[in-house]
């Protein structure tokens, strides 16, 4: 059975860390690259990272990239995104996925979810 189980996130001030997690089934995990993305209210879900099955590879949306880390710990099933210098625009519903990646050339790389979402992390970041 897929699962994903998010947690980490909560409320902080805007400049401040959060480091997010989600526990993936081993079947959901294994083989799979994973990603996080995000929705805020009355918007629509939107990519925020994601990182190969080997690690050896890392996208970004550019409204994170050098903020946020991407990791993963194959051997805990478990990938992490770790959130420096937050924003108040950064607060929203967290989730991560499985994913595909498909390189798109000069116009970078897509990133497309492949499994069902878990119940998402909420990251308030107030001003």
């Known amino acids: 059975q897929v699962q994903l189980v998010e947690s980490g996130g909560g409320l902080v001030q805007a400049g401040g860390s959060l480091k997010l997690s989600c526990a993936a089934s081993?079947?959901?995990?294994?083989?799979?690259?994973m990603g996080w993305f995000r929705q805020a209210p009355g918007k629509e879900r939107e990519f925020v990272a994601a990182?190969?099955?080997?690690?050896?590879?890392?996208y970004y949306a550019d409204s994170v990239k050098g903020r946020f880390i991407i990791s993963r710990d194959n051997a805990k099933n478990t990938v992490y995104l770790q959130m420096n210098s937050l924003k108040p625009e950064d607060t929203a519903v967290y989730y991560c996925?499985?994913?595909?990646?498909?390189?798109?050339?000069?116009?970078?790389?897509?990133?497309?979810?492949?499994?069902?979402w878990g119940q998402g992390t909420q990251v308030t970041v107030s001003s």
């Open positions: 996925a499985a994913v595909v990646t498909t390189a798109l050339g000069e116009r970078g790389t897509r990133v497309e979810p492949i499994s069902p």
């Open positions: 081993r079947r959901t995990f294994t083989s799979f690259a």
């Open positions: 990182i190969s099955w080997y690690g050896d590879n890392t």
